[in-house]
């Protein structure tokens, strides 16, 4: 991806979020120049990953296949801390996040507001192949069965656990989708399994100067 895109995702993504009047931290719309004067402040940040990520999973057109996320809070696997994660997801309609599962984490989707967001479910054999036939998920804390690669659409205010070794791509219909994330630490270099190989830190075309870091960006000691 261009720099100016991620620029221009990321600006897209502020306007979206305080429109709906989701409000981000004050380090969301921090500045390198900000960075660097706090940074002696902000291990937990770096460490941890929190911040915004624009990814487009190495597909070459984030717009088809690719998601905004912000992670707000975050534990640690190497230097346990918190338990728990919490993101805010802007997925933009018709765009894919491609069909996946993680080996540790649980989570909650939440279609916070926005259009439907919608999925497609399968459990994984232990070859990591898509298992057939039913499923069971939680709805809204609901036990719900599902037939696997079924369909399915959550309304705003709806959510979904995702448990692991559940594979799930979702997308969104009907409008953009402001989507809550609440789960275990959360670990992307090590904990995502892609059913088709992909990228999940795409690299950057360095075209613009870089207005906001991506949360692997930050400037270290």
Same mark, same amino acid.
């Given at each position: 991806?261009?720099?100016?895109?991620?620029? @221009?995702?990321?600006?897209?993504?502020?306007?979206?979020?305080?429109?709906?009047?989701?409000?981000?931290?004050?380090?969301?719309?921090?500045?390198? &120049?900000?960075? +660097? @004067?706090?940074?002696?402040?902000?291990?937990?940040?770096?460490?941890?990953?929190?911040?915004?990520?624009?990814?487009?999973?190495?597909?070459?057109?984030?717009?088809?296949?690719?998601?905004?996320?912000?992670?707000?809070?975050?534990?640690?696997?190497?230097?346990? &801390?918190?338990?728990?994660?919490?993101?805010?997801?802007?997925?933009?309609? =018709?765009?894919?996040?491609?069909?996946?599962?993680?080996?540790?984490?649980?989570?909650?989707?939440?279609?916070?507001?926005?259009?439907?967001?919608?999925?497609?479910?399968?459990? =994984?054999?232990?070859?990591?192949?898509?298992? +057939?036939?039913?499923? +069971?998920?939680?709805?809204? &804390?609901?036990?719900?069965?599902?037939?696997?690669?079924?369909?399915?659409?959550?309304?705003?205010?709806? &959510?979904? !656990?995702?448990?692991?070794?559940?594979?799930?791509?979702?997308?969104?219909?009907?409008?953009? !989708?402001?989507?809550?994330?609440?789960?275990?630490?959360?670990?992307?270099?090590?904990?995502?399994?892609?059913?088709?190989?992909?990228?999940?830190? =795409?690299?950057?075309? +360095?075209?613009?100067?870089?207005?906001?870091?991506?949360?692997?960006?930050?400037?270290?000691?």
């Amino acid at each position: 991806m261009k720099r100016s895109d991620v620029n @221009q995702y990321i600006d897209y993504a502020m306007k979206f979020m305080a429109e709906n009047k989701f409000c981000l931290p004050p380090w969301a719309y921090w500045t390198p &120049s900000d960075w +660097e @004067q706090m940074r002696d402040r902000c291990e937990e940040i770096f460490e941890n990953g929190l911040g915004w990520d624009i990814t487009d999973f190495g597909s070459g057109n984030f717009i088809k296949t690719g998601l905004t996320l912000v992670t707000l809070r975050n534990g640690n696997l190497v230097k346990p &801390s918190k338990q728990y994660c919490e993101k805010i997801m802007l997925v933009r309609n =018709s765009q894919v996040t491609p069909l996946h599962y993680h080996v540790l984490k649980t989570e909650d989707i939440i279609n916070r507001t926005g259009g439907l967001l919608c999925m497609k479910l399968w459990n =994984s054999a232990p070859d990591g192949s898509l298992s +057939e036939g039913l499923l +069971e998920v939680k709805i809204d &804390s609901i036990t719900t069965t599902i037939r696997s690669g079924e369909k399915i659409c959550l309304k705003p205010g709806q &959510s979904i !656990c995702y448990t692991p070794y559940l594979y799930h791509t979702f997308w969104a219909e009907g409008g953009d !989708c402001l989507v809550g994330e609440v789960s275990s630490v959360n670990d992307d270099k090590t904990d995502n399994r892609f059913q088709e190989e992909r990228g999940r830190y =795409s690299a950057i075309d +360095e075209d613009a100067p870089i207005l906001h870091y991506l949360c692997n960006e930050y400037p270290r000691k």
